[in-house]
């Protein structure tokens, strides 16, 4: 074979390509200008814009946790299967919320029993019931528990004033890990209303 | 950030900027001893102000006139040198672009149809997304890239290609890493940072892999028989001499923990795309452009800044993905900042480009390669000015997280990269195997094939992620409702993958048919369309 027959393709082609030399267009000389000063004012224009993040947009503002809480939910979804939606329970077995002392005195006193639950005698609003109240503690956090508790306070004929979340983190700091109070056990600890 | 912060960024930037342009000045002006003359000098006697038109029928009258023989002969050799290497690695990139392209595919599909193969875990979505990245990046796009770069070098230096055994080995090796590296991923071996999923212990591959062939071009550079390195040189070297030193510090196992490692994985999966696809990329459309046409870029200036404003801003504009991250304030605004600056360099290159094609555009008509690596490079420009807008906060807020980011990726992987490795196959297969491309309607149906698929992908991509976007920054909308906003728009980028992978299916039949040397033995080049003049030629082609 002939190179005119090994090198066809190479025989067509044109020379390797080069460079002109045309000038560079004003324009893109305006624009590199018109760059820099663009990117000094940049900078410039982030002083004093948040050191991390990297970002200036703003965050969705989001409700703190708790102040969304539903105490009445919370009671239907929670207490509701024994102390009825009513609140008057179910006579000789689970005692009534309205109108008990338990609940409308000392907030301490409900505050000990949902977080850590009651078993034992117990009477209430002259009847005797043998408590088997279980632990709230591990399943509400103190928002929760502290808006379910001020629901049944103000809820139904009930009128006492409403129990911070700040009242159940301090029960929950001093106690720590309870176990289920009994009547004498809260009467070491609290004030009882009868 | 504080004032301190801010003055010191603005000192280095402006410093910097301004040494550039005084580099570019001194070197456009001759100051270091040779360059605009040079630049001129290139045309060996003979050859200044010929046009060629690549479709012209070669008679050997008008050839042996047209050609000087020295020009002839050192491209023959340069070709001879470089073919058993270019031919693995081009053969290799086709062989990944078929696999790239099923997973991408599947990926796809299961963005609408998550049923789709769920129960395999080989087949999961977190698996065969890296595989199809990886596998389109490394294996189809570097591969094709780096052959095509062994083929163009030699070429450029009017030399032989030194050692064509080594990079043939390197082709060999990097194939193993590919083959363990994505049967790693599907196995669940992957190092979880996106561009960087292969196992260390197989990167090694890559990094010997890689240095057999980049040591030869290094050395063929240091051979070469010319005094002024044209600017195509300049893209691939740099190209090859980046890209290692990335690869390198970002594979790095254990070095970067926390946020340190995602900027680390940020500024390296962008200069991917920055420093070592761009300026080959680039590089080729530099080299087939005026090369096909038969005139000379039109500005050796242009090519200057445009080239070393690419070195300069490059680097650190990978940061602008994480752009509402845990980095500091200052590393994001310089991100910001230098992607707006990458609109010096990409503007001087599609000056260069488009005004070299100015008033030529009729031979898209005809040249497969010139119509391939034209819209490549339209298409680089329109990518990267793209890219700029999105690294701006205001813009980023919206299409952050969306599948628009996922559109502008392909136009710019794909649309300018693939499209430009694919015009320099079609242009480098003819001069290595002394054949023509069998059949002229593949190569009609694989350009039309890619482009629509390319098109419905990203048009598709790039509405329904900003709708998206627009939806996510609405905190009362539901967050199914989003998802099913942008189901229409996920079929359709699967419609488009799918035509694209057709294309590919097509255009590998017909490298392979090439490869075989099937159809007849002909001395035209395959064309879109046979012009007139060829007509009338091909009576001589007969009694020849």
Same mark, same amino acid.
């Given at each position: 074979m002939?190179?005119r027959?090994? /090198?066809?393709? /190479?025989?067509?082609?044109?020379?390797?390509?080069?460079?002109?030399?045309r000038?560079?267009?004003?324009?893109v000389?305006l624009?590199?200008?018109?760059?820099?000063?663009?990117?000094?004012g940049?900078?410039?224009?982030?002083i004093g814009?948040?050191?991390?993040?990297?970002?200036?947009r703003?965050a969705?503002v989001?409700?703190?946790?708790?102040?969304?809480?539903?105490?009445?939910?919370?009671?239907?979804? =929670?207490?509701?299967?024994c102390? /009825?939606p009513?609140g =008057?329970?179910?006579?000789?077995?689970?005692?009534?919320?309205?109108?008990?002392?338990?609940?409308?005195?000392?907030?301490?006193?409900?505050v000990?029993?949902?977080?850590?639950?009651?078993?034992?005698?117990?009477?209430?609003?002259?009847?005797?019931y =043998?408590?088997?109240?279980?632990?709230?503690?591990?399943?509400?956090?103190?928002?929760?528990?502290?808006?379910?508790?001020s629901?049944?306070?103000g809820?139904?004929?009930?009128?006492?004033?409403?129990i911070e979340p700040?009242?159940? =983190?301090?029960?929950?700091?001093?106690?720590?890990?309870?176990?289920?109070?009994?009547?004498?056990?809260?009467g070491?600890?609290?004030?009882?209303?009868? | 950030?504080?004032?301190?912060?801010a003055?010191?960024?603005?000192?280095?930037?402006?410093v910097s %900027?301004?040494?550039?342009?005084?580099?570019?000045?001194?070197? +456009?002006?001759?100051?270091?001893?040779h360059?605009?003359?040079?630049a001129?000098?290139?045309?060996l006697?003979?050859?200044?102000?010929h046009?060629?038109?690549?479709?012209?029928?070669?008679?050997?009258?008008?050839?042996?006139?047209?050609i000087?023989?020295?020009?002839?002969?050192?491209?023959?050799?340069?070709?001879l040198?470089?073919?058993?290497a270019?031919?693995?690695w081009l053969?290799?990139?086709?062989?990944?672009?078929?696999?790239?392209?099923g997973?991408g595919?599947?990926t796809?599909?299961?963005?609408?149809?998550?049923e789709?193969l769920a129960?395999?875990?080989?087949l999961?979505?977190g698996?065969?997304?890296?595989?199809?990245?990886?596998?389109?990046?490394?294996?189809?796009?570097?591969?094709?890239?780096?052959?095509?770069a062994?083929?163009?070098i030699p070429?450029?230096?009017?030399?032989?290609?030194?050692?064509?055994?080594?990079?043939?080995?390197? %082709?060999?090796? #990097?194939n193993?890493?590919?083959?363990?590296?994505?049967?790693?991923?599907n196995?669940?071996?992957?190092?979880?940072?996106?561009?960087?999923?292969f196992?260390?212990?197989?990167?090694?591959?890559?990094?010997?892999?890689?240095a057999?062939?980049?040591?030869?071009?290094?050395?063929?550079?240091?051979?070469?028989?010319?005094?002024?390195?044209?600017?195509?040189?300049?893209y691939?070297? +740099?190209?090859l001499?980046?890209f290692?030193?990335l690869?390198?510090?970002a594979?790095?196992p254990?070095?970067?923990?926390?946020?340190s490692?995602?900027?680390?994985? #940020?500024?390296?999966?962008?200069n991917?795309l920055?420093?070592?696809?761009?300026?080959?990329?680039?590089?080729?459309?530099?080299?087939?452009?005026?090369?096909?046409?038969?005139r000379p870029?039109i500005s050796?200036?242009?090519?200057?800044?445009?080239?070393?404003?690419?070195?300069?801003?490059?680097?650190?504009?990978?940061?602008?993905?994480?752009?509402?991250?845990?980095?500091?304030?200052?590393?994001v605004?310089?991100?910001?900042?230098?992607?707006?600056?990458?609109?010096?360099?990409v503007?001087?290159?599609?000056i260069?480009?488009h005004?070299?094609?100015?008033g030529?555009?009729?031979?898209?008509?005809?040249?497969?390669?010139?119509?391939?690596?034209?819209?490549?490079a339209?298409?680089?420009?329109?990518?990267?000015?793209?890219?700029?807008?999105?690294?701006?906060?205001?813009?980023?807020v919206?299409?952050?997280f969306?599948?628009?980011?996922?559109g502008? +990726?392909?136009?710019g992987?794909?649309?300018?990269?693939?499209?430009?490795l694919?015009?320099?196959?079609?242009?480098?297969?003819?001069?290595?195997?002394n054949?023509e491309?069998? #059949?002229?309607?593949?190569?009609?149906l694989?350009?039309w094939?890619?482009?629509?698929?390319?098109?419905?992908?990203?048009?598709?991509?790039?509405?329904?992620?900003?709708?998206?976007?627009?939806?996510?920054?609405?905190?009362?909308?539901?967050?199914?409702?989003?998802?099913?906003?942008?189901?229409p728009y996920?079929?359709?980028?699967?419609?488009?993958?799918a035509?694209?992978?057709l294309g590919?299916?097509?255009?590998?039949?017909?490298?392979v048919?090439?490869?075989?040397?099937?159809g007849?033995?002909?001395?035209?080049?395959?064309?879109?369309?046979?012009g007139?003049?060829?007509?009338?030629?091909s009576?001589?082609?007969?009694?020849?």
């Amino acid at each position: 074979m002939s190179s005119r027959d090994t /090198q066809r393709a /190479q025989r067509r082609e044109n020379p390797e390509p080069s460079e002109g030399q045309r000038p560079v267009p004003r324009l893109v000389i305006l624009w590199i200008g018109v760059l820099l000063v663009w990117g000094v004012g940049y900078y410039a224009w982030h002083i004093g814009a948040p050191l991390t993040g990297g970002d200036s947009r703003t965050a969705v503002v989001q409700e703190p946790a708790g102040s969304g809480v539903n105490g009445e939910k919370l009671f239907t979804a =929670q207490c509701a299967a024994c102390h /009825q939606p009513t609140g =008057q329970g179910v006579a000789g077995t689970f005692p009534p919320l309205v109108g008990s002392r338990w609940l409308l005195n000392d907030p301490a006193l409900p505050v000990a029993i949902v977080n850590d639950g009651l078993s034992g005698p117990i009477t209430v609003g002259g009847d005797d019931y =043998q408590g088997n109240m279980p632990a709230f503690g591990d399943k509400l956090s103190a928002e929760e528990l502290a808006a379910v508790l001020s629901y049944v306070r103000g809820a139904w004929d009930n009128d006492a004033p409403a129990i911070e979340p700040a009242r159940v =983190q301090e029960h929950r700091e001093r106690h720590g890990d309870h176990d289920a109070w009994s009547v004498e056990a809260l009467g070491d600890s609290f004030t009882l209303p009868e | 950030m504080t004032p301190t912060i801010a003055i010191l960024l603005i000192i280095t930037f402006v410093v910097s %900027a301004v040494g550039l342009l005084l580099l570019i000045w001194s070197i +456009a002006t001759n100051q270091f001893g040779h360059g605009s003359l040079a630049a001129r000098t290139i045309f060996l006697e003979g050859e200044e102000g010929h046009s060629e038109d690549p479709a012209r029928t070669v008679t050997p009258e008008t050839t042996d006139d047209n050609i000087d023989a020295d020009e002839l002969r050192a491209r023959g050799q340069a070709d001879l040198s470089s073919r058993r290497a270019t031919m693995a690695w081009l053969g290799s990139a086709v062989f990944w672009l078929l696999v790239g392209s099923g997973y991408g595919l599947l990926t796809s599909a299961k963005f609408h149809w998550p049923e789709l193969l769920a129960d395999s875990e080989w087949l999961t979505f977190g698996r065969v997304r890296p595989m199809h990245l990886n596998a389109v990046a490394y294996g189809w796009a570097s591969m094709a890239g780096v052959g095509t770069a062994i083929f163009l070098i030699p070429r450029l230096f009017k030399t032989a290609l030194v050692g064509g055994r080594y990079a043939l080995t390197g %082709a060999g090796i #990097w194939n193993l890493g590919m083959l363990l590296g994505l049967v790693s991923i599907n196995l669940g071996l992957s190092d979880g940072e996106e561009w960087l999923e292969f196992p260390w212990q197989v990167d090694i591959l890559f990094v010997i892999g890689g240095a057999l062939c980049a040591i030869p071009l290094v050395l063929t550079a240091a051979n070469r028989r010319v005094a002024h390195l044209y600017v195509t040189s300049w893209y691939l070297l +740099a190209a090859l001499v980046w890209f290692p030193i990335l690869f390198l510090l970002a594979n790095l196992p254990g070095l970067f923990p926390g946020a340190s490692g995602a900027t680390v994985n #940020w500024w390296f999966a962008h200069n991917v795309l920055g420093l070592w696809v761009t300026p080959i990329g680039v590089g080729i459309a530099y080299y087939m452009i005026p090369k096909i046409l038969g005139r000379p870029i039109i500005s050796y200036q242009l090519s200057l800044i445009g080239f070393w404003s690419l070195a300069l801003f490059y680097s650190q504009v990978g940061i602008h993905h994480l752009v509402g991250g845990p980095v500091p304030t200052w590393l994001v605004t310089l991100s910001i900042v230098h992607s707006v600056m990458m609109s010096i360099p990409v503007i001087t290159v599609a000056i260069n480009h488009h005004g070299t094609m100015w008033g030529h555009f009729g031979m898209l008509r005809r040249s497969p390669t010139l119509r391939f690596v034209w819209i490549g490079a339209l298409m680089y420009t329109v990518s990267s000015l793209q890219g700029s807008m999105e690294a701006l906060r205001s813009v980023n807020v919206i299409t952050h997280f969306t599948h628009y980011t996922v559109g502008h +990726a392909h136009l710019g992987m794909y649309a300018f990269l693939s499209m430009i490795l694919f015009g320099a196959i079609y242009f480098i297969m003819p001069r290595l195997l002394n054949w023509e491309w069998p #059949w002229r309607p593949l190569i009609t149906l694989h350009f039309w094939l890619v482009s629509i698929g390319i098109l419905i992908y990203v048009v598709a991509l790039s509405v329904g992620g900003w709708l998206q976007g627009l939806s996510l920054l609405d905190a009362d909308t539901p967050f199914m409702d989003i998802v099913r906003l942008t189901l229409p728009y996920l079929e359709a980028r699967t419609l488009g993958g799918a035509l694209m992978t057709l294309g590919h299916l097509v255009f590998a039949v017909h490298f392979v048919a090439m490869l075989t040397r099937r159809g007849k033995d002909r001395r035209q080049p395959t064309l879109f369309r046979a012009g007139e003049r060829q007509h009338k030629h091909s009576s001589v082609e007969v009694q020849q």
